[in-house]
């Protein structure tokens, strides 16, 4: 067995550190109402001092049991004081390598290392949660080379695109502009530079302020209100928000103040969902070298991410409103990960018409065809798209109107608005088959293209009502590795249906 190796010590802070953010609302509560910690009994000094000395004691025995090896085919993690727990995995199982800093790691300058398998639920298979990052760096480069199949060489100028390293972990991530447009895809020969870019900063605003990420915002929040909620009602008098609220609405009338909330709301979003954006793909940067790609971002948590593209599970293209008008889309990756709810990055603002080309120079193994290829859903399925939107839309229109009375019908203007939205669902809905690959497009906010092989579908499922069986209509759901959400794309028609299904059923062989 090769030698062992531990923990970088700093390890032995981190039980400390996550037992005072624990206690983070109350000190902020006391630090925010003045209270007067010079004038504490001395035995509440001594208690925090004792529980401090367990903590560290508990956390030094952790460090003090965690222990890893390298040995040629596997790693083996050994872990754990009270409860003992070894891991092993062996490399032909890893599908990627990531080398990541978040907040407590970043402060204290060390990098964590998780080692991502099929087999991972909610964390990763493997995780070093504390090294050097010149260490963090070098195992992820070595279990790179012991992943590749043919012992490929890792050259020195592989990781200058993402790795991690002591300079850029002590302050903000500078990008550089990549002027220079992609090229084709071609082999990669020796002396001739691998595909790279980065992330201008211009771009990155532009992609900020046209991605919308509501979804990133509600996360936000509702952790920001998670945290705040034990101390925010300690600060402001009783029933603020509702005193707020009932001075603006005497101001002005109902249906004004109604629309003034909502575009407040909405504007509020936007701008932090920019902030948030920023803040998680600054320093964007993508490179691949052989068969092994390397994407790394964030300003506050930096990660690293390195995977093979043979083990790439699908591609998504998405494409928001704002997007979508000015030509410019997002290119995802589906990999395993422990995170199976958020798709990796691989471009997050880049003209439609360089996308194929993007695909060509990282995962050319997948092909983007032409809107105009795909097979849309038929016209009959328009009714199935619009009917319940459309009628929960009248029935929240209705109610406006009972209690607003004329002023409630300004909701009426809601109806040809979610019309339009859905009638540009249906269009949007479409499938395509072609050279062992298949190719879904649908539309719920952003317009989102699913690009899947065969051998990555984990399962096809194929669904219909009895109203949808009498318009031969489908809906067809695909799952892949690594993911628990399916793709769905609704009431598409039966025969373009029956045909993805009989080429999924079939056998490889009679592929």
Not at 93 to 105: A, G, L, M, T, Y
Request: charged share 20%; hydrophobic share 45%.
């Amino acid at each position: 067995m090769n030698e062992r190796r531990t923990l970088h010590p700093i390890y032995i802070l981190f039980g400390l550190l996550n037992t005072i953010q624990g206690f983070l609302p109350l000190i902020l509560i006391g630090l925010l109402k003045g209270t007067d910690w010079l004038g504490l009994k001395w035995y509440w000094y001594a208690g925090a001092a004792l529980l401090a000395i367990a903590v560290l004691a508990f956390s030094f025995q952790e460090w003090r049991r965690f222990g890893f090896w390298l040995e040629e085919d596997r790693i083996i993690i050994r872990k754990g004081w009270l409860r003992r727990d070894e891991k092993t995995i062996y490399y032909g199982r890893i599908h990627s390598v990531n080398v990541e800093q978040p907040i407590i790691q970043r402060l204290l300058q060390v990098a964590q290392v998780k080692i991502e398998t099929p087999g991972g639920n909610n964390k990763a298979d493997g995780i070093l949660p504390a090294l050097s990052i010149k260490e963090a760096n070098d195992i992820q480069h070595m279990l790179r080379r012991q992943a590749r199949p043919n012992s490929e060489p890792i050259h020195a100028a592989e990781s200058g695109a993402a790795e991690l390293d002591d300079k850029a972990a002590n302050q903000p991530l500078i990008v550089k502009m990549n002027a220079k447009p992609l090229k084709a895809a071609a082999p990669v020969e020796q002396g001739r530079s691998a595909p790279a870019f980065s992330l201008h900063p211009v771009q990155l605003l532009q992609a900020a302020a046209t991605s919308m990420n509501f979804g990133l915002v509600a996360a936000f929040t509702a952790g920001l209100y998670s945290f705040a909620d034990d101390f925010i009602n300690q600060l402001l008098p009783d029933h603020f928000f509702e005193t707020v609220v009932e001075d603006s609405a005497s101001l002005m009338p109902s249906y004004i103040f109604i629309v003034f909330i909502v575009i407040f709301g909405l504007g509020l979003a936007w701008l932090l969902s920019i902030i948030l954006y920023v803040l998680k793909y600054s320093g964007f940067s993508a490179k691949r070298e052989g068969r092994q790609i390397s994407v790394s971002y964030g300003m506050l948590e930096k990660k690293n991410f390195v995977f093979d593209s043979k083990k790439v599970q699908a591609v998504i293209v998405k494409e928001g409103l704002l997007r979508q008008a000015f030509g410019y889309a997002e290119i995802q990756l589906q990999v395993v990960s422990s995170d199976k709810k958020e798709q990796l990055m691989l471009h997050p603002f880049l003209k439609r018409t360089s996308v194929q080309q993007m695909l060509n120079d990282f995962v050319p193994q997948l092909k983007l065809p032409s809107n105009t290829d795909l097979t849309g859903a038929p016209k009959r399925a328009l009714l199935y798209y619009v009917r319940i939107e459309l009628l929960l839309t009248l029935l929240a229109c209705s109610a406006l109107i009972v209690f607003l009375h004329a002023e409630g019908l300004w909701s009426l203007l809601l109806l040809p608005l979610v019309l339009w939205w859905r009638s540009s669902c249906h269009s949007a809905a479409g499938v395509r088959l072609q050279d062992g690959q298949l190719t879904l497009r649908k539309r719920y906010l952003s317009r989102s293209t699913y690009l899947i092989r065969r051998p990555q579908i984990v399962t096809m499922r194929v669904s219909r009502s009895i109203g949808q069986q009498r318009k031969k209509l489908l809906t067809l759901s695909v799952y892949a590795l690594g993911s628990p959400l399916d793709y769905r794309v609704k009431f598409l028609g039966r025969k373009d249906v029956e045909l993805v299904w009989q080429w999924f059923s079939r056998s490889q062989s009679k592929q």
